[in-house]
């Protein structure tokens, strides 16, 4: 659509004749964002109240360009990780192959390919030193964004590292590397360090710049070249935004089946380069974004101010004021000047003080993702393990972790476009709180038929009890993994997507990178937890972690649905003092938003 200034000085009735309007309507109280005049919404658009969601019809944004190209960045970088990480189990896990100098499976042979033959516990403990540093370095690269260089700057920091990492595995994985056995585990761990960098900087910044290029601050009423005016529901659009954000990880995670029959069939040095040349896309991708991008300026991250009124928090009986409710009240600037502190020694302001407190708020709520995240990955090598305890008939082991993916790019744009549309038609409300709940049980669910194919891998297998290490493989068909990854896949569909709609929403415009990286962190809290229980790992115990899992996994969903009841309306009246503080700004400040009482339209079809 052309844009094009129009003159606020003119009168509407001008603006309407010129259009081809004959009718004149008045709407009382609307505010307009001129900035977003055209040939079409003389004076912008409007922004809407409650009530317009019902009056007109609502539809989301359209993606911009920019937002386009980071889905593009996030699919060639996911491709690239899962493409390496897809295969980094079995080549730390399982030894060479007999004749093998490349670690993959001879011809004439069955198995699984390997190189460095370290076993399961070695093998979990590393990959999940990579999960874990994948998880906490966006601690730092969110601040980093935040609080000096902004998103992009970071993002390409990360970029330029992953080379180095991608480089890394390639080396580790050339036959006179692999030849020398554990010596060729020292470029693994580097690759793995520098991979952990690599993806932290990335993930923490990546989903926040794509939501910050949603054109619209809140919701709005906008007239189309037909002449109808619309309602621009920002939630649904940033929802969408977020579910295809999330599409794209999965459509790249598509890469490991590549990569896990380049090792079977080729070799690991073929599994790590397919990796590598993929991810320069992301390279191009971010090089081609860059002049598309709403520009940006760090605003310095929330951490230095949240930790200072924090610390004035916990001040005095702040044990009596947490019982109270009124633990940041303490903070408040006018209840801090009543105490006799000279104004001139704050630093914050009220609003500020309110940030704070749902940040630190949402790390409660964050909190139950750690059990969701163990659910989720299947406490972390086991499920691989317990399908190589299967009979596969040739497939590779780590072959069946594909299937998440699949389901998820089935399942989310069947959510978008049937099922979230379908509610919606019939005014069922289906909020984030049941979202997240039935994340959480599908999760659960997984854990309990994992524990149920575990008992019955020991009890078909000719090893009995001591399944994993068995040289023959239980006759049960390897393919029943595809149930856990498949059922975790829908509940990650409505929990993952939900929490990360939830952390950037929430998340005060200075601290968006960083409260999504706290929200990342979870998976870091569950990796470590992995690493813990790793030593419980081995046969003939493996039936009751799974079945542990699933046990809290369903109690937590329940605790949630119950705590987080109201959790939609909290967040509704959170982004309304939010624009009520932002009109307040603006009208503090030289008038870059005009308030107009007028518009043009056929009043029968509610048109501006």
């Known amino acids: ?36 005049a055209d ?122 590292v ?41 993930k923490a910044n990546l989903l926040p710049l794509l939501l910050e290029q949603f054109p619209y601050r809140t919701n709005v009423l906008k007239r189309t070249s037909s002449g109808e005016v619309v309602y621009i529901d920002r939630d649904s659009s940033i929802q969408r935004l977020t579910m295809f954000y999330y599409w794209s990880v999965d459509i790249g995670a598509f890469l490991s089946i590549a990569t896990s029959y380049s090792a079977k069939r080729v070799g690991y040095w073929l599994s790590f380069l397919v990796p590598m040349i993929m991810y320069f896309f992301v390279i191009i991708a971010m090089l081609l974004i860059k002049p598309h991008l709403k520009p940006e300026i760090p605003q310095g991250s929330l951490l230095k ?28 600037p006018s209840n801090m000047e009543a105490r006799g502190v000279a104004s001139e020694k704050i630093k914050w302001t009220q609003e500020e003080v309110k940030d704070y407190r749902i940040t630190f708020t949402q790390c409660i709520l964050f909190a139950y993702f750690v059990i969701f995240n163990i659910a989720d990955v299947g406490l972390g090598s086991t499920l691989t393990a317990q399908a190589g305890a299967m009979s596969s008939k040739g497939i590779p082991n780590d072959f069946f972790n594909n299937f998440n993916a ?26 984030r709180v049941h979202k997240v709940f039935v994340g959480f049980m599908f999760a659960a669910i997984a854990s309990m038929v994992s524990a149920i194919i575990q008992w019955k891998v020991y009890e078909t297998s000719p090893c009995g009890y001591y399944a994993t290490t068995c040289d023959e493989p239980s006759p049960l068909s390897a393919w029943l993994e595809i149930i856990n990854y498949g059922l975790c896949a829908i509940g990650e569909c409505f929990c993952y997507t939900t929490g990360y709609e939830i952390a950037y929403t929430r998340a005060p415009d200075n601290g968006k990178s960083l409260v999504m990286a706290i929200f990342m962190f979870n998976a870091a809290i569950s990796s470590a937890i992995n690493e813990g229980i790793t030593g419980a790992l081995y046969d003939p115990n493996l039936i009751k972690p799974f079945a542990g ?45 005009e308030l107009m009482d007028l518009s043009c339209g056929s009043s029968s079809s509610k048109q501006l």
Request: glycine letters at 8%; proline letters at 5%; one cysteine or more.
């Open 549 to 593: 899992v699933a046990g809290v996994g369903a109690f937590c969903a329940f605790a949630f649905l119950i705590q987080y009841w109201n959790l939609d309306e909290t967040i509704e009246e959170e982004e309304r003092e939010r624009e009520r503080l932002k009109q307040k700004q603006n009208s503090e400040m030289p008038l870059e938003v």
């Open 162 to 202: 992953g080379i180095l990492a991608h480089f890394l595995f390639i080396i580790a994985a050339l036959p006179p590397v692999i030849a020398k056995g554990q010596p060729a585990l020292a470029p693994v761990i580097f690759g793995i360090l520098t991979l952990a960098i690599c993806t932290g900087f990335i």
């Open 1 to 36: 659509m052309r844009e094009e200034k129009v003159s606020l000085e003119m009168d509407p009735k001008e603006i309407c004749k010129e259009q081809g309007f004959d009718e004149y309507e008045t709407l009382q109280g609307y505010e307009y964002i001129t900035e977003y």
């Open 305 to 332: 101010k949240a930790l200072l009124v924090v610390k004035t928090c916990l001040k005095g009986n702040f044990i009596k004021r947490l019982r109270h409710k009124q633990f940041w009240a303490y903070a408040f």
């Open 39 to 160: 040939e079409h919404n003389p004076h912008g658009l409007a922004i809407a109240n409650t009530e317009d969601k019902f009056t007109y019809r609502n539809i989301t944004a359209r993606p911009t360009w920019a937002a386009m190209l980071i889905i593009i960045v996030e699919f060639a970088e996911r491709a690239s990780y899962y493409g390496t990480t897809g295969v980094l189990n079995n080549f730390i896990m399982r030894p060479l192959p007999l004749g093998s100098k490349t670690g993959k499976v001879m011809p004439g042979h069955i198995g699984n390919a390997g190189a460095l033959g370290l076993g399961l516990q070695d093998a979990n403990a590393i990959t999940t030193l990579l999960e874990f540093l994948a998880h906490v370095v966006p601690l730092f690269g969110g601040y980093l964004a935040d609080d000096r260089l902004g998103k992009f700057k970071t993002i390409m920091i990360g970029v330029w």
């Open 406 to 431: 699949i389901v998820v790019i089935v399942t989310i744009p069947f959510l978008d476009y049937i099922f979230y549309p379908q509610l919606s038609k019939f005014k069922i409300s289906f909020k």
